[in-house]
């Protein structure tokens, strides 16, 4: 009486086969890196030169913490939203660092440039400060439905080392793209956070907001 052995493919021609997978796979992902290699211009925002000084604010050491945002807003990607809400990327540039980062360093730049706030910096700098300003991005974006830059910071004073907030207020603003090309959007954009830098410092030191 005969006995079937089932045949197993094992050995140098199992270990061939993963191989040319392996490799047909690595030579796919050499052409897609490839393709996205093209130069991509970087564009930086600018902080306002010189915000009047007010009275009455709050005065002290202020550490500014990141910027809390949504997933579309952790990004170097400039944002398109159509009238569907949707939201897209545009092509030919992109921020300079992380947008949160990015906005963070120029409010610190903000109240740097004439606040009446003895210090304004980062957490982790050593500073031991009376207040903290904790902000959220709500919207930085082109709003394709108007052909405006639109920017949305909500912002809170917490007192330390209390943790009590003591003021609290959303800060908007609209400037004009005049063309969808990356350049025009971003200074657009540039120009729309600048103005609510400046809100933002005219109302934390007792400044009039726009």
């Known amino acids: 009486m005969q006995h079937r052995v089932p045949s197993v493919t094992t050995g140098p021609r ?10 047909s796979l690595a030579a796919v992902l050499a052409g897609v890196a490839g393709c996205s290699s093209a130069p991509v211009t970087a564009f930086d925002l ?12 709050v005065a002290g050491q202020l550490v500014v913490v990141e910027p809390v945002a949504l997933a579309p807003l952790e990004s170097e ?7 569907s809400g949707a939201v897209s990327n545009l092509g030919g540039g992109q921020w ?5 980062r990015l906005v963070q360093a120029r409010l610190i730049q903000t109240f740097e440039n004439g606040s009446r706030l003895r210090a304004a910096a980062r957490p982790g700098d050593g500073v031991i400060a009376e207040y903290q300003l904790a902000t959220e991005l709500r919207a930085f974006q082109l709003d394709a439905t108007t052909g405006e830059a639109f920017v949305e910071i909500s912002a809170k004073v917490i007192a330390l080392p209390a943790g009590k907030i003591v003021r609290a207020r959303v800060f908007t603003a609209r400037e004009p793209a005049g063309t969808s090309t990356a350049l025009d959007v971003t200074q657009a954009l540039d120009r729309a956070s600048g103005s609510v830098f400046l809100d933002i410092a005219r ?4 400044g009039r907001v726009s």
């Open 14 to 23: 199992a270990s061939l086969r993963g191989f040319v997978i392996s490799a």
């Open 46 to 57: 600018t902080a306002p030169g010189q915000p009047p000084r007010g009275g009455g604010g």
């Open 77 to 83: 990607r400039i944002l398109v939203k159509d009238a």
């Open 96 to 100: 300079s660092d992380r947008l949160p």
């Open 203 to 206: 109302w934390m030191t007792g």
